[in-house]
T-cell receptor, first 114, second 113 residues
Framework: AQSVTQLGSHVSVSEGALVLLRCNYSSSVPPYLFWYVQYPNQGLQLLLKYTTGATLVKGINGFEAEFKKSETSFHLTKPSAHMSDAAEYFCAVSLNNAGNMLTFGGGTRLMVKP | EPEVTQTPSHQVTQMGQEVILRCVPISNHLYFYWYRQILGQKVEFLVSFYNNEISEKSEIFDDQFSVERPDGSNFTLKIRSTKLEDSAMYFC???????????FGDGTRLSIL
């Protein structure tokens, strides 16, 4: 069975500051890892994914994440926060294929202060 | 960009009534999913559907739940006799192949009174 833990249900940063959202997973087999973003009253939008290959993956809106197997982590970063980044971010894992069931973390609400 | 469309956006139903939540997946996608999120809790997998049959389901997806692809475009989730604890946001998702990420709709908020 797999699980996902997101440290920090709320993260607040100033506009222009580094964004770091933490995600740790547990999995019995090599995982497929995802970050989704949810803006108010909208669905889940895929930010980026790790399947195989390069461990640093780049996504939309300037976000990137690094798969660290030794740390079982997949933290999401963005060098400079923008007001429009304020949203809820979900880390998720699936096993064997990207199309298998997703197990989500609890989500992190990112607030960006002017 | 193609989207997954869910209707209605908000459904209010009396406890014990049947409810059908509707989804139109992206047109060339073959894999379909339902997830739910109870307020304040994690997004949870309910069921996946491929080739007109359920491929995977969670413990939540009991006999009160069913899914159907009644035609070439719709994918529905039926709850036969709703309970108060079925109140949640229900998300439909679709994927082109088993190797591709899932694309989500905006969700249907189900409120059971």
């Amino acid at each position: 069975a797999q699980s996902v833990t997101q440290l920090g249900s709320h993260v607040s940063v100033s506009e222009g500051a580094l964004v770091l959202l933490r995600c740790n997973y547990s999995s019995s087999v090599p995982p497929y890892l995802f970050w989704y973003v949810q803006y108010p009253n909208q669905g889940l939008q895929l930010l980026l994914k790790y399947t195989t290959g390069a461990t640093l993956v780049k996504g939309i809106n300037g976000f990137e994440a690094e798969f660290k197997k030794s740390e079982t982590s997949f933290h999401l970063t963005k060098p400079s926060a923008h007001m429009s980044d304020a949203a809820e971010y979900f880390c998720a894992v699936s096993l064997n294929n990207a199309g298998n069931m997703l197990t989500f973390g609890g989500g992190t609400r990112l607030m960006v202060k002017p | 960009e193609p989207e997954v469309t869910q209707t209605p956006s908000h459904q209010v139903t009396q406890m014990g009534q049947e409810v059908i939540l509707r989804c139109v997946p992206i047109s060339n996608h073959l894999y379909f999913y339902w997830y739910r999120q109870i307020l304040g809790q994690k997004v949870e997998f309910l069921v996946s559907f491929y080739n007109n049959e359920i491929s995977e389901k969670s413990e939540i997806f009991d006999d009160q739940f069913s899914v159907e692809r009644p035609d070439g475009s719709n994918f529905t989730l039926k709850i036969r006799s709703t309970k108060l604890e079925d109140s949640a946001m229900y998300f439909c998702a679709s994927g082109k192949t088993v190797d591709q990420p899932q694309h989500f709709g905006d969700g249907t908020r189900l409120s059971i009174l």
